[in-house]
């Protein structure tokens, strides 16, 4: 009897100086490595990617979600016609496009340590990520900005000789905290990133904001019924992105340019 009261006491002290301890860190999901393998669309897809990865010799990858899966759809719209565009800029290129729907920085730390940087010695890889982490779970600047982190520095670590173009989130149509929040994380990554180093920054803002306003024709949401917030680029709006970054990857590729029309 001695000793289980002695027991329970001393249970007592333990959690009684549980709830009175400092919090620990907090973890930032966003830098945490999360699978999707549970949806079956996901896990096909990650398995097909794989099998790209090693079917060939890779140059050139884009790691992202789905602003970057667009790329394989052709049409029958206008405006969902991706692949003349995809084929003048990378059609004569090494390239593997990594592009999974709803993605976010915590996805694609799972999936760089899962095989997607393994086995391959790219010249560049672009990344365009960080949409997803506002939109779908509202993580903060400073956790999204983690996450970028996270995966980059997974990239470097894994691909040492790869040259890493990364891409700012692209400006978009959902709120004004996703706006502000968007506009924070570029910024920050400017300053970390912008100064020529082993990571190229590139900010995409000026390929869709005109005269300071969104051009929401480069948009493909707003074709869609009933229309949905603007995020995805069109073929249009994804052919000035790729215009954009063009000069870089040409140059890092030892390539000539490649040009739409």
Same mark, same amino acid.
């Given at each position: 009897?001695?000793? +289980?009261?002695?027991?329970?006491?001393?249970?007592?002290?333990?959690?009684?100086?549980?709830? %009175?301890?400092?919090?620990?860190?907090?973890?930032?999901?966003?830098?945490?490595?999360?699978?999707?393998? #549970?949806?079956? /669309? /996901?896990?096909?897809?990650?398995?097909?990617?794989?099998?790209?990865?090693?079917?060939?010799?890779? #140059?050139?990858?884009? *790691?992202?979600?789905?602003?970057?899966?667009?790329?394989?759809?052709?049409?029958?719209?206008?405006?969902?016609?991706?692949? @003349?565009? /995809? +084929?003048?800029? *990378?059609?004569?290129? %090494?390239?593997?496009?990594?592009?999974?729907?709803?993605?976010?920085?915590? %996805?694609?730390?799972?999936?760089?340590?899962?095989?997607?940087?393994?086995?391959?010695?790219?010249?560049?890889?672009?990344?365009?990520?960080?949409?997803?982490?506002?939109?779908?779970?509202?993580?903060?600047?400073?956790?999204?900005?983690?996450?970028? #982190?996270?995966?980059?520095?997974?990239?470097?670590?894994?691909?040492?000789?790869?040259?890493?173009?990364?891409? +700012?989130?692209?400006? +978009?149509?959902?709120?004004? /905290?996703?706006?502000?929040?968007?506009?924070?994380?570029?910024?920050?990554?400017?300053?970390? *990133?912008?100064?020529?180093?082993?990571?190229?920054?590139?900010?995409?803002?000026?390929?869709?904001?005109?005269?300071?306003?969104? #051009?929401?024709?480069?948009?493909?949401?707003?074709?869609?019924?009933? @229309?949905?917030?603007?995020?995805? @680029?069109?073929?249009?709006?994804?052919?000035?992105?790729?215009?954009?970054?063009?000069?870089?990857?040409?140059?890092?590729?030892?390539?000539?340019?490649?040009?739409?029309?």
């Amino acid at each position: 009897m001695r000793s +289980s009261r002695l027991l329970f006491l001393a249970a007592a002290l333990l959690l009684g100086g549980a709830a %009175n301890a400092p919090p620990g860190p907090r973890v930032a999901l966003a830098a945490t490595p999360i699978a999707r393998m #549970d949806l079956p /669309w /996901w896990r096909a897809r990650f398995e097909q990617k794989q099998a790209e990865l090693r079917a060939h010799t890779v #140059d050139l990858v884009f *790691y992202g979600d789905s602003i970057l899966q667009d790329w394989e759809k052709d049409g029958p719209a206008p405006w969902l016609r991706f692949r @003349p565009v /995809w +084929s003048a800029f *990378y059609g004569d290129r %090494n390239v593997v496009e990594l592009g999974f729907r709803g993605d976010t920085t915590a %996805n694609l730390l799972w999936r760089l340590q899962h095989g997607e940087a393994e086995g391959i010695a790219p010249k560049v890889a672009v990344v365009l990520i960080g949409a997803n982490n506002l939109g779908r779970v509202h993580w903060s600047a400073e956790e999204t900005l983690a996450g970028i #982190d996270a995966d980059v520095a997974e990239l470097r670590r894994r691909l040492p000789r790869t040259k890493i173009v990364l891409l +700012s989130i692209l400006p +978009s149509r959902r709120s004004a /905290w996703v706006d502000a929040t968007t506009e924070a994380v570029n910024r920050t990554l400017a300053g970390r *990133y912008g100064n020529g180093g082993e990571v190229t920054y590139i900010d995409l803002t000026p390929v869709f904001v005109r005269h300071g306003a969104l #051009d929401e024709s480069l948009f493909l949401d707003g074709f869609l019924t009933p @229309p949905d917030p603007l995020l995805h @680029p069109t073929p249009e709006g994804q052919a000035l992105m790729a215009q954009a970054i063009e000069p870089t990857l040409a140059a890092m590729l030892g390539d000539r340019p490649h040009s739409w029309h």
